[in-house]
């Protein structure tokens, strides 16, 4: 069955959508996105999604085309035109069509390309979160404004291929010596004294909603939580080592270049924050 996908405001089949080819998206990467989790048929975390989206938008002179009422309106079409249980939505937005590639903006009548779309797939029990995940580190070559949410993924999915070739799952990028996040997700380790710390937030990462939430949670749950860098090295000795992001909420990492974490198998701290994750998203999504 061919997906139901949502462009410039049409609900289209997934064949039938279509993007010029002077899209400023295409061209430069001039565009930003948002990923929100479905699960139980309604998202999780949409508010915080769209609060980040607003401030990318702000950071790079673009505007939403529609409110976030009508935003949120076309998410649950989606949901129910591809009757979607569990997955997420992808959404992107470009500074659009300018009819021809041309480095400057083009003037404000041009209008920003809105494309969302479905994708099933396992988020509550993803097998993974069993197993964890094999990380190896590489340099961190993005450009410098990594709290904007561009589409300009080249960087991270070299990243991806990198860690790929050598067998393993993911890879955390480093800068300067020390692990900045990983390539699509924030990263956390967890010290002896079972003290989670994660990258403070600056223009160097993404400010994950995933992380936001973490981070409250942990408060909540008295574990104790430290915003500093760390080395690839640090990690490596760590307790514990897992990631966020908003599909794969938390997942443990049972090894790091090679060198396995703990005992092998995901640590007691990352299945915990794991399962108060889930129990947040359920409430939300009842
Ligand atoms: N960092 C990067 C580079 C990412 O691509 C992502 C996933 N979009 C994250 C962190 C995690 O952010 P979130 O929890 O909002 O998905």
Redesign the pocket.
Known sequence: MQRIVYVDGHFVEEQAAKVSIFDRGFLFADAVYE?TAVVNSKLAEFDG?MTRLQRSCRELSLTLPVSLDELKAIHYALIEKNNLNEGAIYLQLSRGNAGDRDFHFPSADVKPTLVLFTQARAVLDNPQAKTGLKVVTCPDIRWHR?DI?TVSLLA?SLAKEFAHAQHADDAFLVENGFIT??????CYIVLHDNTVVTRPLSND??H????QSLLKLAAQHNIQLEERPFTPEEARHAREIFI???TTFVMPVVSLDGKTIGDGTPGPIARRLREIYIDMVKEQVK
């Not at 996040?181 to 924030?186: A, R």
């Not at 994950?208 to 992380?211: C, D, E």
């Open positions: 990923v999604h990594r949410k991270a996040e990983g390539s699509s997700c924030n990462i993404l994950g909603i995933t992380r966020s992001s908003a």
